[in-house]
């Protein structure tokens, strides 16, 4: 098991960036592949983006694709989002999520069985 504890949310404009951070703890760093999701007051929690790894294999969803940036630094077991041009959709509480590692990112949070308490990111218009 992983402790997951998540950084860096807050309210930014439309078309501005911020970049989330997400701490890991507990058990070995590189047996996990990481994922962000998020949710939106009255939807359904959504994949945002996964990295792999040793291979860093990404996977993004489509509404982010060209906008976000999932990358992690093993050696010190954090995992971060980077995330540009935003816009008022973008808006929900943002989870880190740690799961088995598989050769591919993995994008249903079923998967995923460590879960960090979510960072609140607000874009305004």
């Known amino acids: 098991q992983v402790h997951l504890v998540e950084s860096g949310g807050g309210l930014v404009q439309a078309g501005g960036s911020l970049r989330l951070s997400c701490a890991a703890s507990?058990?070995?760093?590189?047996?996990?592949?990481m994922a962000w999701f998020r949710q939106a007051p009255g939807k359904e929690r959504e994949f945002v983006a996964a990295i792999t790894s040793v291979s860093r294999r990404t996977s993004y969803a489509d509404s982010v694709e060209d906008r976000f940036t999932i990358s992690r630094d093993n050696a010190n077991y954090a995992v971060s989002l980077q995330m540009n041009s935003l816009k008022a959709d973008d808006t929900a509480v943002y989870y880190c999520a740690a799961g088995p590692n598989r050769y591919n990112p993995m994008r249903s949070s079923t998967y995923y069985n460590n879960w960090g308490q979510g960072t609140q990111v607000t874009v305004t218009t």
């Open positions: 507990g058990d070995t760093f590189t047996a996990y592949t």
